[in-house]
């Protein structure tokens, strides 16, 4: 609590000064844009705004960001690029090497965000050793849900591995009971895919296979394992998902349709949202296997002209991952805060177990970026990847020929 | 001064345009040629790296998949509207009751747009919600028809779609064509005793050529742009599995941060669509100079 009234206080004081040099301005580019998302944002607004400075809102929605990055293309394409844009993985690398991002080291060297931040996610934030980019939140994605009445009448408990994951399927699927909620969209099939290799194959395969690439691995047996699971799996799906949403499929495992889904923890906001109670009516746990796989929402920061709009970029930069922020935010968007100080009583207990895995695997060296949400590869090559999966996923292509295609996909997207 | 106006008058007007059309029109054809030739990724850099988006582009077995739709779509799409579309307009023209009415409610799916078409499809082909579930429900549950969720058959339940929205269109065309023909002629022809099928397969329909060549050139344009009726139905999936060269293109472009390949992929498009206009035009053009 000191040390929440000291920040604020200091953040305050900053700010005073910095408004007697120029008022401090903020065009922000983002795709929040739906209700809760909404609202987080709106809190950094009314922050930003009674610390003196202007901020000029650019949502825009559509395509899962597509049509944001459209419009960012264009401004930095013309000279004008806003101030800060919800960017994150190594997209923002990616602009980097366009030429276009700020340096914000003052402010990260003054907060001391390398003391706050785990080690890997704080590596996404910058941009050759300098800081280009604040990290809003942490979404864990590897995390299994179940409805608690139907394990309960069905006598199971959440699985550790995937054989008992198979096992208890099985044992459901007899019960007439639709063992897994799935929505046949690519990135949910990628979802699952990412899961299942960080499951079977463990954190050093996933690092291997899936961030750094290693042909190897890609064509390893663990990875025929994989798509072995993945087809395993494919029969636990009713068959009506074809490009059913997520939420929908959330539902389903609400009103006990469904046993499981495998989705990162936005789904708890769903499950929030109709009132329902983790622990009690729905219950929430990492996939099977080590380690977490994150996907951190983050502001990159683009190189602005004028006192006025640097002093805005430090301002919004600064007060992202101030505590406050990073604590009202996340209660809103059901994520959790990525710096590591945030006390967590207010959050509920899916929450406390995902920051407290996220401190064991960051030690443990298997915290790990998800490749389905563009944390870990690039644009073409998590593409890439995605089009075999969802292909292998969605037809009767054999675990062999579906290796063969991976690494030929991966070679083909450079 | 006026009179150099008078001569000059429609050059003057027709300037603007003719200006944005070579900017836009074949200013981006240039520019989207020449962006296919480098290795652009997020923005376009402009330094030519020969053909290796080519390469990439026939190397990928999504390309492969959009291609074989392409044509797969493109064939039963335009064959079947155009053979809907005549024998409507056949039926129509037989002198009926209430033809107006009846004319404008097989032309009213034309005022829908594609995404509207799409969205209802989905839902009438959706086993859980549409035809399947409801056949079931009348009490033969092995009923199956699970066309739009089966990657083998999920690019035909688009085919149904885009032929339901455009073969009114297609009607319209032929029914305009029917009128056309000379009625002296079919008269005289009824006159000799010739029956009315042969009237239409050696008089009418051979004297409608140039209808059965417009109504050509709109179908396969519709085609091979088709984007927004992919995206309704079947968002390209499942899977991959009804992905066309637009929908292709526009995710490598938009969501994939790959120019380069989406450049290239756009080339190949157009070049499909040359291999269709070219000869049309290269025809109409030498029918003007005889």
Redesign the interface.
């Known amino acids: 609590m000191n040390r929440f009234a000291f920040a604020t206080v200091s953040t305050l004081a900053v700010a005073a000064a910095s408004s007697v040099v120029a008022e401090p301005q903020a065009e922000v580019l983002h795709w929040w844009t739906s209700g809760g998302e909404a609202k987080s944002v709106a809190v950094l607004q009314e922050e930003f705004a009674s610390n003196g400075g202007t901020w000029t809102d650019m949502p825009v929605a559509g395509?899962g960001g597509?049509a944001a990055?459209?419009a960012l293309?264009a401004r930095?394409?013309a000279g004008n690029a806003p101030t800060a844009v919800q960017l994150k993985g190594p997209?923002i690398q990616?602009?980097y090497e366009?030429g276009v991002l700020a340096d914000i080291s003052s402010v990260a060297d003054a907060e001391g965000w390398a003391e706050v931040l785990p080690a890997s996610i704080a590596d996404h934030m910058k941009c050759e050793g300098t800081w280009c980019a604040a990290p809003v939140n942490v979404h864990r994605v590897d995390w299994i849900w179940a409805n608690a009445d139907v394990l309960a009448a069905n006598g199971i408990e959440m699985p550790t591995t995937w054989d008992e994951f198979n096992a208890a399927a099985d044992k459901l699927q007899a019960a007439g009971v639709i063992p897994l909620a799935h929505g046949?969209?690519?990135w949910q099939?990628a979802t699952v895919f990412e899961t299942v290799v960080l499951g079977i194959g463990g954190p050093e395969f996933f690092q291997k296979a899936l961030v750094d690439l290693d042909p190897e691995a890609l064509t390893s047996d663990t990875m025929v394992q994989v798509f072995d699971q993945m087809r395993t799996l494919r029969g636990y799906v009713d068959?009506?998902?074809?490009?059913r949403d997520w939420n929908l499929a959330t539902a389903m495992v609400m009103n006990g349709e469904a046993a499981f889904q495998i989705m990162g923890d936005w789904a708890k906001g769903e499950f929030l949202a109709a009132g329902k109670k983790p622990g009690e009516d729905f219950l929430c746990a990492s996939t099977p296997g080590d380690g977490y796989l994150y996907n951190v929402d983050s502001f990159a920061m683009f190189d602005v002209d004028g006192d006025d709009k640097k002093a805005g970029q430090d301002l919004l930069a600064k007060l992202i991952v101030a505590p406050n922020f990073q604590k009202v935010f996340n209660l809103n968007k059901g994520s959790i805060p990525a710096r590591t100080d945030v006390a967590l009583d207010d959050f509920d207990i899916c929450a406390n177990l995902s920051a407290e895995d996220m401190g064991a695997t960051s030690d443990a060296g298997s915290l790990l970026p998800s490749y389905a949400h563009g944390m870990a590869l690039?644009?073409?090559q998590s593409?890439a990847i995605t089009?075999v999966v969802?292909?292998?996923?969605?037809?009767d292509m054999s675990s062999a020929d579906a290796v063969q295609?991976l690494a030929?996909?991966v070679a083909?997207?450079y | 001064m006026s009179e150099w106006l008078e001569n000059h008058l429609p050059k003057v007007v027709l300037a603007p345009s003719f200006i944005a059309v070579l900017i836009f029109v074949y200013g981006f054809i240039g520019w989207t040629a020449w962006v296919s030739l480098t290795r652009s990724k997020l923005l376009p850099k402009y330094e030519i790296k020969g053909f290796i988006q080519y390469e990439r582009l026939f190397d990928s077995p999504r390309w492969d998949t959009a291609i074989n739709n392409l044509y797969i779509f493109g064939a039963l799409f335009i064959v079947i509207a155009m053979v809907l579309g005549l024998l409507l307009a056949i039926l129509l023209d037989q002198k009926i009751r209430a033809e107006g009415a009846i004319r404008t409610i097989y032309l009213y799916p034309m005022a829908l747009s594609m995404i509207v078409t799409g969205t209802a499809w989905k839902w009438i082909l959706n086993p859980g919600l549409g035809i399947e579930s409801m056949v079931q429900g009348w009490g033969f549950p092995n009923f199956e028809f699970d066309w739009l969720v089966n990657p083998d058959y999920a690019i035909y339940t688009i085919v149904m779609a885009a032929i339901w929205q455009s073969s009114g269109f297609v009607m319209a065309l032929f029914l305009a064509g029917l009128r056309s023909v000379d009625g002296e002629i079919i008269k005289a022809a009824q006159v000799d005793g010739i029956p009315t099928w042969r009237i239409y397969t050696a008089i009418i329909i051979p004297s409608m050529a140039p209808i059965f060549l417009s109504a050509f050139i709109v179908l396969a344009h519709l085609a091979i742009k088709s984007f927004d009726l992919v995206i309704a139905l079947t968002g390209g999936g499942p899977g991959y599995a009804t992905d066309l060269p637009a929908t292709y293109m526009y995710a490598m472009a938009f969501s994939r941060g790959d120019i380069g390949q989406a450049a290239s992929s756009a080339m190949i498009m157009m070049l499909v669509v040359f291999a269709i206009v070219v000869p049309y035009l290269y025809s109409e053009l030498r029918a003007k100079n005889d």
């Open positions: 395509g597509d990055m459209t293309r930095v394409l997209a990616e602009w366009e046949g969209q690519a099939d068959e009506n998902f074809s490009g690039r644009g073409s593409g089009d969802t292909a292998h996923f969605n037809s295609q030929d996909a083909n997207s």
